[in-house]
Structure formats: structure tokens, C-alpha cells
């Protein structure tokens, strides 16, 4: 079974949840930005979780389908038509061989996230079929989907038509958008003033914004605390001797635009960090748009742990409701 | 040198061994993560060796933040009085300095250097107090280096001279990262050379390129067959400075798959190596006329 890519959009990807256990050698885990809503397209169309699916930012692709299968759509808020005709996001629908999915304009969020029953079924690199393209690596051809890719799908019987998930459960970003941050890391080498700055102030998304990190703008620049700079780190204050940098990790390269790297980030580097987006709050960026108004929230390690929690259950009440009887 | 502890979000734990680069805090960040592995913590799920610290990502459902870190804190004292010794080898890689691709970039983003108005090269000469780039390239290519962690992006080698302190080269990043850095250059940040084994984003400061590749992820090419990363720390390299033509034959053999990188089994002893550091290198760089 295949599909084929007729438009690609502007960087349509194959994403999965992400191939861990390389980022030593800077081979990050990469997957979908925005998990959740990768996880609710898999259930919704009868795949496993963490199959394969189509990432699209911004400009949806266009798809024509080879077979019969089931189709979802989720994550931001786009129009969906098949043969021109609309179908709901967030509910699964099945689609005959020769049927075209394609989409409007972009109304909110950032990123959809495409399932089909049986999943994309290119060849797994390094335990992923996860694209990570700068280095080439898994995806089609290690690379984002272009015009007149035949991209391979895995056999599976049609999942259920009509399944939807309650709104309740399609969780996104608000306005501002909230990021939690746990301060750690190099926290120590901004003055007060300016840790507290950074949670007042108002942050808009940057326009280099991608799938390594997210860029902020709009804050006041850093103050540091006078130190001579140790040896190897360079002379900037805003520099370190090189070191790891986490998902969700915020460097503020000359204390200027705050970076927070996400599922493709770096693994390591000369720039001191200020603490991290909690773990909950990561599939938000994901959603976030150029411009889109921000506000970091301080939070402690219980309250991310609590919100982890509650991000868990959220992904245990998306299982419970698609398996009530319909 | 004082270990700090720090959380990095709610799912990894920081390790900084020291805030300054040494050979003394690589070797004790690289035996405490090893540690660390070998102590096989549940919830453990990746750790990332850096140049003095290092970094665990663990699962907190399965383990507490602070019962992950008390445990790594219980290994540090061990870690402390491990022996900074490792059976390795030294590599050479080929060196093209001052090439027009790395030129032609820096040119492309000289409003985010610190100083426009010359090359890379002419600002790190002058800084580090060299009269001329030629005598500046001299000193980066005259002693080895010691890779002290791979990372950044795909493969990535970090790489620390094994020279005195007072004899190291310094540069500070660029003030603005730049969006684009060519595949294979040689670049330059703190007291570390970096070979970029990708294009793409980059803060350091550019010498020159190699035409030697370090990551293959389709692994065609045939050193890197086994695996596509090439490099790991505990690796020592010697940079061998070649021309345009040199650079284009090479970048053929690579081509062709004739290309073998030249390397010689060795061994770093710390103790060795600071007693006389001169003579240790003058060691390294012979078993490499061997090989």
C-alpha cells in the first residue's frame, strides 16, 4: 500500500515518537513535535501509538491515496478535504484508492500530524523512522517529503470511521501561550534582576523557529554576574566551557533571544543555559507560530512532576475514549 | 574544582565537573558517567559525556529527581580517584586552512562577528597575540588534540590541544550564531576546534575544512561502514595542513571509496603526558609516521 505526495506543503515530514538512545554522538530523538496529537491520529485511525505518521508545518500537503484505508488528522487547526470535500480533524474517515486529501489555510496551532491505518512503513534508521534532516537520517531518503514521493504504508484492516476525540482532550496552546520553566542549569549566571525579567516580560515566537528550537523575541537583553570567564568557555559572558544542552533546555546566546530546543535539538554547545520547558509543555511549542505571544511561568520540580502527571493522564483518557463502545 | 549538581527540566540531571576546561575534570566527568552507566539505575535512559561535565536523562515515574541525583552524587568520590588513563588512537585529518567555501560563509554573516572588518583567521591571530595567520595556523596544527566530546550535531568532535594552559588558543563564539556553517569545516569556540560533520547552524569561529568526512549516515563510506559516527571521545588528533590540490585529491580517494584515514593505536596516560608534554606528543605523533 502506498500514498503519494502530490504537494508537499512546506516541510512535511515522517515523524514517529523519536529514536532515543543516540544524542551522546548528537543524534537527537527527534519525532513529532507535538506527541499528543501524534498519539490521538495513531488511536484514532487503530495504529499503535507510536507508528509512523506525516508531521506538516504551517502548509498542508497534498496526498493521493493508492489504497482503501482510515485517515486522521489533529494537532493545529486546518481544513481538511477529501476530493474537495470537508472532513472533521480529530475523527477518523476512511478514503478509497485515487481520493486526494488536501487542505486550507492554517487557523490555529502550527503543526498537523496525518495517521493512516497500518502506518508509514518506510525502513526504520537507527530504530526510527523518525526524518532527521540535518543528518540525513531516517524519513524518505533521510530528507523532508517532496512533490511525487510514493511513499510505502503497512497493511491493516480499515479502522472505525467517525471516531473522534472529545475536545476536552485536544490540548493546545493559549494566548499568551504558557511555558513552564524550571530555572536550573546556569540559572546562577543571570543577576536577579534579570531572572526575574525573564518571567515578566512579554516573548513573541521569533521567525527561526524549527524543529531543532524555538526562537523568542521581544524580552529585555540579560544582565550577567560579573565573573572573570573560567578558561576554555570564552570571553562572552553568555559563554561556557561546552556542554550538554537537554530537550527543552533555554540558551540565551549573548543574553539577547532566549532558544529552546525541542525534539531535533543540538546536543551540546558553548552557550549557557537558564533552566528548561518541563516536559508537559513541550508538545505546545510545537503549535506555536511566528509572532505567537508567550509568557514563561516559573514553576519547581513538584509542579512539573504534577503537570507530567496530568499530561499522562490526559494520554490515558484519550485510550479510554476511543475504546467506549460507539 | 567543585562538582555542581543541577536539574534540567524535570527529566535530566546536570553534572559539572568544573566551570573551566582541564584534562583532570574531562577525565573525572567521563569516569563518573561511566559510573553512572555501569551502576544501571532504573529509570536511567541516556547519558551524554561533555568536555568537564556531563548530563543524565532519566525517567522520572520510575525514579525521583533527587533520588537520581543523590545516587550519582554517591559515585563522585569514586570517580575522583579513578585512573586517568585510556588505550586509544591518534588520527590524522587533513586540513585545507583558509579555503573559499568557510571564506565565502563568514563573509555571508560578518554583521554577527565580533569584528567585520577582517576574516576569522585575522581575528583569532590577533587576539591570541600571533603577528601573522600563518604563524597562528602553525600553532593549531603543530601539536595534537584530544577529542573531549562528540556532540552538537551528528558526530560532532569537540577537540582540546594538548598544550600548557598558557599556550592554548582562545576565541570567544560568534555573537549571533550563524544559520550556516559548510559540511566538514574546522571551526574554532573557547578553547575548542570543532570539524562541523554537517552543514547547518554554527557559533564557532571558521579556519579552514576537511575533506576527510566524519559522519555517514547512509554508510557508504568505507571507514565508516561499522558505524556512521566516526569520532569518540578519548580520541587524539593531529591536523595535517594540505593545499587546494591536495584537498581535491583527497576529496576523490573519498570519492572513489580509496580513501583510509591514517591512524595508530595509543595510549594517554595524564600523569605521563603533564610530567612532559613535549616529549608524550612527540610519542603520539611518531606512531603515527608508522602507521
Known sequence: MTLEIVKPGLATSIQDLGRPGYFHLGIPEGGAMDRLALRAANLLVGNDEDAAGLEAVFLGPEIKFGAEMTVAVTGGEMPILLDGEPRDNWTSFNVMPGQTLSFGYLKAGARIYIAVSGGIATEPHLGSRSTYAIGALGGFDGRALAAGDVVPVGAAPLAEEGLSIPEALRRGPGKPAELRVLPGLYWHRLTEKSQAAFFDDAWTVAPEADRMGYRFRGGQPMEFVDREQPFGAGSDPSNIVDGCYSYGSIQVPGGLEPIVLHRDAVSGGGYFTLGAVISADMDLIGQLQPNAPVKFVRVDMEQALAARAERKQIIEQLRESLNQPG | ?291
Open chain 2, 1 to 291: 574544582m567543585k562538582t555542581r549538581y543541577s536539574f534540567g527540566g524535570d527529566e535530566h540531571v546536570y553534572v559539572e565537573v568544573d566551570d573551566e576546561m582541564s584534562l583532570d575534570a574531562f577525565f573525572i566527568s567521563l569516569s563518573l558517567s561511566k559510573l553512572v552507566r555501569e551502576a544501571e539505575i532504573p529509570g536511567v535512559r541516556e547519558i551524554c559525556p561533555a568536555n568537564a561535565s556531563f548530563e543524565v536523562r532519566f525517567d522520572p515515574d520510575v525514579i525521583s529527581p533527587d533520588a537520581m541525583m543523590e545516587r550519582i552524587k554517591g559515585l563522585e568520590a569514586e570517580a575522583q580517584a579513578a585512573e586517568k588513563r585510556l588505550d586509544t588512537r591518534i588520527i590524522e585529518i587533513p586540513v585545507y586552512y583558509e579555503d573559499p567555501w568557510t571564506h565565502e560563509t563568514l563573509m555571508r554573516f560578518r554583521e554577527r562577528h565580533q569584528d567585520p572588518s577582517g576574516s576569522d583567521l585575522d581575528y583569532a591571530a590577533r587576539i591570541n597575540g600571533y603577528d601573522s595567520v600563518a604563524d597562528f595556523i602553525e600553532a593549531h596544527h603543530s601539536q595534537p588534540w584530544f577529542v573531549s566530546m562528540v556532540g552538537f550535531v551528528s558526530g560532532l568532535p569537540f577537540l582540546y590541544q594538548l598544550v600548557d594552559r598558557d599556550k592554548q588558543l582562545e576565541v570567544p563564539k560568534y555573537l549571533r550564531p550563524r544559520t550556516d556553517t559548510p559540511k566538514l569545516t574546522v571551526g574554532y569556540g573557547g578553547c575548542f576546534s570543532c570539524i562541523y560533520s554537517v552543514r547547518g547552524a554554527g557559533g564557532y569561529q571558521m579556519f579552514g575544512i576537511t575533506p576527510m568526512p566524519i559522519f555517514d549516515p547512509e554508510q557508504k563510506i568505507t571507514y565508516l561502514r561499522d558505524f556512521m559516527v566516526f569520532f569518540k571521545p578519548g580520541d587524539i588528533v593531529k591536523w595535517k595542513p594540505i593545499d587546494r590540490a591536495e584537498y581535491d585529491r583527497i576529496t576523490k580517494t573519498v570519492e572513489d571509496g580509496t580513501y583510509t584515514p591514517k591512524i595508530a593505536e595509543v595510549a594517554f596516560d595524564l600523569d605521563a603526558f603533564n610530567a612532559d608534554m613535549s616529549g608524550f606528543n612527540a610519542k603520539l605523533m611518531e606512531a603515527l609516521d608508522d602507521a
